[in-house]
């Protein structure tokens, strides 16, 4: 066996158990109400974070390239409220068109 297929083995099992740590802890218990809102504002906050540094992270420093101009367009398309299509595709067209010009 490679160490790749261990560390796959590895963190198979850890995900497994990290799923299953919550149900464990609560027991069938509803959570506290203030946890419910972090709970619920934790995947939005991470995507965020995530788009963030996909499209301004490079090696350490601060890249602003053409996918920030993507970003950029569909940030203007969800403010005026298009449909989530014309999001995508608008800022592909804007991405692409960044690269095409750059």
Request: no cysteine.
């Amino acid at each position: 066996m490679t160490v790749a297929w261990i560390m796959v083995g590895l963190l198979t099992v850890g995900t497994v158990v990290i799923k299953a740590a919550g149900p464990i802890a609560l027991g069938g218990r509803d959570l506290p109400p203030q946890l419910e809102g972090v709970v619920a504002r934790l995947a939005p906050s991470l995507l965020a974070a995530l788009v963030v540094v996909d499209t301004f992270g490079g090696d350490r420093t601060l890249v602003i390239n053409e996918t920030a101009v993507g970003l950029a367009a569909a940030a203007g398309a969800l403010l005026a409220k298009l449909p989530m299509f014309a999001v995508v595709v608008l800022a592909a067209v804007a991405t692409a068109a960044a690269r095409a010009l750059a």
